[in-house]
């Protein structure tokens, strides 16, 4: 039995059609450009060199370390 909403989002990751394909593509670039340049929105102490960057270190080290484990 098909769920309502896991199925169509199922879907999606199997880049049904060449045009979803690049469009998820232009959409990691997109994500990848936000989240480089919020690292020098916020100056002084919670910018990229004080309290936000614990939570740089901590966004990177989260997903190494499940790599480590289970990849």
Known sequence: KKRAVFYEVNYLHYN???WWMWF???FAVALIFL???S???VK???GA???G???IAIGFLIPI???MIFG
Do not use: E
């Open 49 to 51: 060199w004080g309290r």
């Open 65 to 67: 370390v499940f790599l």
């Open 35 to 37: 989240s480089i340049t």
């Open 16 to 18: 049904p059609n060449a």
């Open 53 to 55: 960057g614990i939570y």
């Open 24 to 26: 998820s593509d232009l």
């Open 39 to 41: 690292f020098f929105i």
């Open 44 to 46: 002084g102490k919670k």
